[in-house]
């Protein structure tokens, strides 16, 4: 079983930046491809960004192509997601998942487990 807390949510401005991080509460953090979504209010979750075990291969979303960073530290089972120019489009609970599936890192149902969630509120 695996335990994902996301934590480094909160009130930001418009234009500014936050940091998310997710701590993984298992052995073989390297093996698992780390993702994070989000869900605004009366929205369906989306995919954000996604990384490979080893790091090496990252992807994003069109909408944060450029402005948000995935990245791991796998001797401390954390990914973060830094998160710059922030808009006010990008408030939502962000999630941070986990996959030991190939299948496509865009899907929800490709990851095996979830976090609790990090409340990101955007303000003008």
């Known amino acids: 079983q695996v335990q994902l807390v996301e934590s480094g949510g909160g009130l930001v401005q418009a234009g500014g930046s936050l940091r998310l991080s997710c701590a993984a509460s298992v052995r073989t953090f390297s093996t698992y491809r780390m993702g994070w979504f989000r869900q605004a209010p009366g929205k369906e979750r989306e995919f954000v960004a996604a990384?490979?075990?080893?790091?090496?291969?990252?992807n994003y979303a069109g909408s944060v192509k450029g402005r948000f960073t995935i990245s791991r530290d796998n001797a401390k089972n954390t990914v973060y997601l830094q998160m710059n120019s922030l808009k006010l489009e990008d408030t939502a609970v962000y999630y941070c998942a986990a996959s030991t599936s190939y299948s496509t890192i865009y899907s929800q149902n490709t990851y095996n487990y979830w976090g609790q969630g990090t409340q990101v509120t955007v303000s003008s």
């Open positions: 990384i490979s075990g080893t790091g090496g291969n990252t």
